[in-house]
């Protein structure tokens, strides 16, 4: 007669069958908490819309930050407003002094005996208001109501960030250990600071220049470029950001590889040349699909991924210090 004792499988096991019920309870309850979390921010983005739109428009306001300024005019009747429109100097006899003034002519009327005649009212301008050229349109009546619970959800995945990351950190951490966790606090830091690094550096200057090269691209085919639609443009600032901010965890990536063991300073070195293409490749995944975004994606992630040979570098030679040289 055998001895030998036959264990049960895992699955087998009434105990860990409980535990692994349990564990899916608290991933449910995670996501349900993470999911009021959000909802309860889109009520309060909602009556932010305003608002947050105004910041969405802000780089569409810098589209001339790095253009020499040129005369405008505008034209205003009532409460709507007419350009500003590029003009030259000789054009417009008694415009203000200076090389790029900018005014604002004010249409209206006067009585002047039995008839009324138009009136014009030069007014100058100090502010950059007329560095705003494009126009934002609906075209459709559901669209202002689109584009404001879109607007609300992404305002609200950011808001509510710290809740939802709380939430579902506290199903993941339980199972680390302590080193662990010290680990992925650690990379967590690094992987948040390029993320916003990304974010910012497309918000104040790739997102201008991005838009600026699209005006600049239809004027040379000869298309009109100054009304553009509300939702395709926050779509496209909205999804640039975020893709951006993805991007920026590349080298992150690289340097985990390196830190592992996968990947070296000379690897890295030798393909470079593969990682121009890849950069391309990520800017249209993550990116519109279009060379103007393409290429200010993949010019910062080549930038980084030099920074991270350079580092791979950094990590080698400190190791070879360290390492005690043995005598023969």
Not at 71 to 92: A, C, H, N, R
Not at 116 to 132: G, I, R
């Amino acid at each position: 007669m055998s001895n030998d004792h036959v264990e049960p499988e895992p699955s087998d096991d009434p105990a860990n069958r409980k535990s692994f019920w349990g564990h899916l309870a608290d991933l449910r309850q995670a996501l349900i908490r993470s999911s009021i979390a959000v909802g309860l921010a889109v009520i309060v983005c909602l009556f932010l819309d305003d608002h947050l739109i105004s910041i969405l428009e802000y780089p569409l306001r810098r589209i001339d930050m790095f253009e020499k300024p040129k005369p405008t005019v505008s034209f205003k009747i009532g409460d709507t407003k007419l350009g500003p429109y590029p003009i030259k100097p000789e054009q417009f006899a008694g415009l203000p002094p200076g090389t790029a003034p900018r005014v604002v002519f004010q249409l209206g009327t006067a009585q002047f005996g039995a008839e009324q005649v138009v009136t014009v009212k030069l007014e100058p301008q100090a502010d950059d208001s007329a560095s705003l050229h494009v126009r934002l349109h609906n075209f459709s009546p559901p669209e202002a109501f689109v584009i404001a619970f879109h607007v609300a959800l992404y305002g609200a995945l950011i808001l509510a960030a710290p809740f939802w990351i709380y939430f579902l950190g506290g199903f993941i951490l339980p199972a680390l250990h302590v080193h662990e966790r010290r680990l992925i606090f650690r990379w967590a830091g690094w992987s948040l600071f390029l993320f916003m690094f990304g974010v910012l550096t497309t918000y104040f200057v790739l997102l201008p220049v991005a838009l600026r090269a699209s005006i600049v691209y239809s004027d040379w085919l000869h298309f009109e470029a100054l009304d553009w639609r509300a939702d395709e443009y926050i779509n496209f600032v909205c999804k640039f950001l975020f893709g951006m901010g993805l991007g920026f965890q590349f080298p992150l990536v690289i340097l985990l590889a390196v830190k592992l063991g996968f990947l070296t300073h000379r690897q890295l070195a030798h393909y470079r040349r593969h990682v121009i293409v890849l950069s391309f490749i990520l800017g249209a995944v993550l990116t519109t699909p279009e060379v103007i975004t393409q290429i200010a994606m993949a010019v910062p992630l080549y930038l980084l991924y030099e920074i991270c040979i350079w580092i791979a570098w950094y990590w080698e030679w400190k190791k070879r210090r360290a390492t005690p040289t043995l005598k023969a």
